[in-house]
């Protein structure tokens, strides 16, 4: 079997997005019509570049990387395949991911960045600090850090994730790593309700924009409701 270079891009794809449907990839431009995505995974599965996974909760197959890609993966991504959960929920929000990610493109984005990418630890005022951001989307405007919500998360530690991100803009790390000097933080979640009760607990003043949106907003369903 002959592996393309569209088939590396996928297979690099599948492994950062940690999963994705047959109709994403069809949305992120991978093949062009339903029969020929159909044919190749089926090549792909066969001789395990792919595995399928069948789940009772979405209507299509998922696929995540198999045994057979790890050497077309490199040394950065490979890692993150190890032990990784397959829990419907983390299912579920790594899906929600790529919607937004396919929205956001439809909608101007000039590139996009995983959550691997983004990782930052960084110390101020005394304290140790994480930002980790679901994803990045570089926006006409400027980038657009993401946080793709469930309802799973306490208010009251999401406000504890806003303030990571004021310490994040304040101590530099944020223009040392995305190289702009101001940042959006886009919540997209569940319902309008929890739009309006995520929006609340954003500090006043703060150092970067912040917006909380219901999924439809950008046209996306989130993926299933099961738990």
Sequence with gaps: MRITERDVHLLRDMALSHVLSRDQMLSLGYFGSLTRVNTRLRELERERFVRRLE???????????????????????????????????????????????????????????????LRATFDFQGKRYEARPDGLAVMPSGPVLIEADLGHVAPAKFRDKLKGYEAYALSGEARRQLGAPHFKVLAITTGKLRAARLTRQCPANTHFDFACIHASDIGISFAGSWS
């Design 55 to 117: 789940t009772p909760f979405f209507a299509q197959s998922l696929y995540v990387v198999g045994k057979s890609a790890e050497s077309l993966l490199g040394e950065r991504i490979l890692p993150l395949t190890v032990r990784r959960a397959e829990s419907p929920r983390f299912l579920q929000h790594a899906l929600c991911i790529t919607n937004v990610r396919i929205a956001l493109l439809t909608r101007g984005a000039r590139s996009w960045k995983f959550e691997q990418q």
